[in-house]
């Protein structure tokens, strides 16, 4: 489970870092396009919308894999060790929770968004949309998969990578 979590979370990275790459191509483009070009487009700032909104909500499974989402660890590293890990697990199942609930809410969000239009590109808002569920789906994928690290006692590969 630790290698697919590992080998997830490499792919999501890259990902987000394609979006932002191409996010920032798209407002350079407009920049250059109002203040140089003067070729009438207008839909730029409408599509790095919907790229950052995808790299924003892809980011989250991928801190979700590091433990760097709703952390919590002033409280943690006030409680005794053996407590910590119980209180995790409570943290992780809550989020767990949540993130089904989100992927659950997101789908039917995502549907609806079938029969409303972008201002500009005309396209329906489903694939803007889809990016919750999605999201919500890997990110309940990645706190399962720590849970099972953490239970097992297995060290994230990671850390492993980062030591070498």
């Keep these: 489970m630790e290698r697919f979590s590992y080998r997830l979370n490499y792919v999501l990275e890259r990902l987000c870092a394609l979006l932002v790459a191409g996010m920032i191509g798209v407002v350079w483009f407009g920049i250059l396009e109002r203040y140089a070009l003067a070729l009438g487009v207008t839909w730029t700032e409408e599509l790095a919308r919907y790229i950052m909104i995808w790299a924003a909500l892809l980011a989250?499974?991928?801190?979700?894999?590091?433990?760097?989402?709703?952390?919590?660890?002033l409280v943690f590293s006030r409680l005794p060790?053996?407590?910590q890990m119980p209180a995790r697990m409570v943290l992780d199942l809550l989020g767990l929770g949540f993130f089904l609930?989100?992927?659950y809410y997101g789908v039917t969000m995502a549907k609806g968004g079938?029969?409303?239009?972008a201002t500009i590109f005309g396209m329906t808002m489903f694939l803007p949309f889809t990016a919750v569920p999605v999201t919500a789906g890997l990110t309940a994928v990645q706190i399962a998969a720590v849970m099972i690290r953490d239970a097992a006692g297995i060290t994230p590969l990671f850390t492993r990578k980062e030591a070498a």
């Design 114 to 117: 079938a029969n409303q239009y």
């Design 81 to 83: 060790l053996n407590l």
């Design 101 to 103: 609930f989100l992927t």
């Design 60 to 73: 989250v499974p991928c801190c979700a894999y590091r433990r760097e989402h709703i952390g919590l660890d």
